[in-house]
């Protein structure tokens, strides 16, 4: 194999024709020699991880130069950077962020560990954790770690995560032991609960908080749980069924077979409510699950004491995009914001999957954008505050073979991403009273009303 050496980077016309090259590639090779084409393309992931981190911060710092020398206020200097970077490498500004701080680290404080990266001899997350294990130190201690830890390529060879993590961890207590306490202070502070969606409908329920209130939490649970096993009372739970109903039931105050006490909307057609279609149903703040899963979890429900409300939306029968609704205030009403939760889910910056929490209005009120659907977005705060304060721009878009909502941001950079609304489970049978729209059932699961 002949390598290529140049004095100057690539450009990226010439990284994309080499992208090319390999996606169009068949690789018929035998084992030894793909062993060898795997080794080497995980080295190129790391150079490559390792040249996006240069080319981030050079990036950043010329918004930050150029934003200055215009007057802006130092506060603003930095504002929407993340979601850029996020944006251009496809994941949700929360993460563009992440990368950012690990840009700026390895490039002004931590020269070693980006040696052992652009040398293939880390992976990126490994170089993650290097930067996450001393982020709390001094800009000497950190180099000081840096130096001792990555300067020679022997020194962590073979190590794994955790290996490191500790070699990392180790000399940080010993140079800082009080930014350590500050630290755990900082991190106790971040507590805080999440759910994500987990496979075949279920999702995981998480807490964050300190090491000794988790284990605290767990052995109280088992220990409930192991009392009930011996009780001898014939339940034919497992000792982890039990302790995750033990959870829903301590947290609700009520019992599995109640239901959930808050309100849980389900969007499902007309038709796999009432003819058992197979259209997939949406539960908010989940995602599609089976008209099964949905048939079976409204069934239950109204066999329960819980309160069951059905609301009509409509939307196109071909796109499954919900009507518009329209007001004169600035504030999206609650019915609206409601339809724009439903219809969007997360939040609508493409690769971001946080919660909405802010409705925003794509072209803004300031400038005659009105408060209705078309023009409202449902974005996490993150990307609602990037929105405001970076200079970038967004346009609402309709595209007429597909009624489904959409707009495109426009970055400070000139760069163009496309957000379109997930589309709502789509009519199978058609009636005569519902020819241009379609019929869905909104169930309201509400013990409390």
Known sequence: MVT?????????????????????????????AGIDLI???????????????????????????ERRERGKPKAQ???????????????SPNRGGTH???ARALVHEMPHTLARLRAGELNEWRAMILARETACLTVEDRRTIDNRLCSDPATLAGAGDR???????????????????????KAYGARRISTRPAPESMGFFTALTSMEKSVCMWATLRRDADTIINSGGGDTRTRDQIMADLVF????????????????????????????????ACLHGYGDIPSDVARQLIRDTLDSETHVALRRLYAHPRSGALTAVESTSRAFPTALGRLIDLRDRTCRTP??????????????????????AENGAGLCAACNYAKEGDGGTAEARRDKRNARHRYTLIS????????????????????????NVMLHGLFDFDAAS
């Open 4 to 32: 290529a050496v140049q004095d100057s980077p690539p450009t990226s016309d010439e990284v994309l024709r080499f992208v090319a090259r390999l996606q169009s590639s068949d690789f018929d090779v035998d084992a030894a």
């Open 39 to 65: 080794s080497a393309l995980e080295l190129m992931k790391s150079a490559g991880v390792a040249a996006q981190a240069v080319v981030t911060d050079a990036v950043a710092t010329t918004i930050s130069n």
């Open 77 to 91: 200097w930095r504002i929407g950077i993340a979601s850029q970077i996020g944006l251009a490498r496809r994941e």
């Open 100 to 102: 950012l701080g690990l």
């Open 163 to 185: 290996m490191i993590e500790g070699r990392a961890r180790a000399p940080a207590n010993e140079l800082d032991a009080a930014s350590q306490v500050k630290r755990r202070a």
């Open 249 to 280: 039931e301590r947290i609700t105050g009520a019992s599995v077979a109640q239901g959930p006490p808050v309100t849980v909307d389900i969007v499902i057609s007309d038709s796999a409510l009432l003819a058992d279609g197979k259209k997939s």
């Open 351 to 372: 690769w971001c999957d946080a919660p909405i929490r802010h409705h925003d209005h794509i072209e803004p009120h300031s400038t005659g954008g009105a408060t209705s």
């Open 412 to 435: 400070p950079t000139g760069h163009t991403y496309d957000s379109s609304a997930p589309p709502m489970p789509v009519v199978e049978l058609y009636s005569s009273t519902i020819e």
